[in-house]
């Protein structure tokens, strides 16, 4: 069995709670990790809430990357979809601990659409491999 | 142990190719599901790529809603974020299996944010709550 993609699901506990308050610092931080990876961006959405909280989602091509923060608890939920293996998604979770000076990080890798394929055979054909894949719109 | 957050992260295999590769399809798809699931919708981004796939997200009040096809694999990947009790996950991920024409479907629930509280107490302050949420950008 080979797989499409690869998501991890990351529970950041214990963060400071000003940052993961913060829209326009979570945006700066979230696009920042996705470059780190050398992820190509496409578009990107953030929105504070009242009183507390930030959602947002970034769409790369090479998946997404979505936060949704609960400052009131110190707590943010990411997720960090890839595929292709031009990107390695722990680069953006390691990024991210480190911005949101989170001290109790659980995360879970996830493997998502799964084929079987003949030995020593790939999933060749990745459209939104990074570097091989035309946005239209 | 009390979640802030579930989360259904759904394979639809054997999916009409056509129906996700169609860029318009799928965002009228999503929208239409989580509007059937009474979610608040805030922004959304969908985008066609070539020559196959689309990546789209919607955040709602309650989370999101991510998505990735790959229409020569007949495979969609989704993401169903919620929180709060106003809404129902499974009312979009269904809402979708039908659309997709979907024949084969693997789920996972997951919660997300999960916190230890007093017997009997409750995860009181979710600030993402329909109805209860303001938007301020």
Not at 47 to 71: L, M, Y
Not at 96 to 108: A, G, P, Q
Request: with cysteine; hydrophobic share 40%; charged share 20%.
């Amino acid at each position: 069995m080979k797989a499409l993609g690869r998501q991890i699901l990351v529970e950041y506990y214990d963060c400071d709670a000003d940052i993961i308050n913060d829209v326009a610092q979570i945006e700066n931080i979230l696009l920042s990790a996705t470059r780190a990876a050398k992820a190509s961006i496409i578009s990107h959405n953030f929105h504070k809430f009242s009183p507390h909280g930030v959602s947002g989602t970034i769409v790369i091509a090479e998946s997404h990357v979505a936060i949704h923060t609960w400052p009131e608890y110190n707590y943010a939920a990411v997720d960090i979809f890839t595929c292709g293996e031009t990107i390695d998604p722990w680069t953006i979770q390691e990024y991210i601990k480190d911005s949101f000076l989170s001290k109790n990080v659980s995360s879970i890798e996830m493997k998502r659409g799964l084929f079987k394929v003949a030995p020593g055979e790939e999933l060749l054909f990745k459209p939104k491999d990074a570097g091989k894949v035309n946005i239209l719109n």
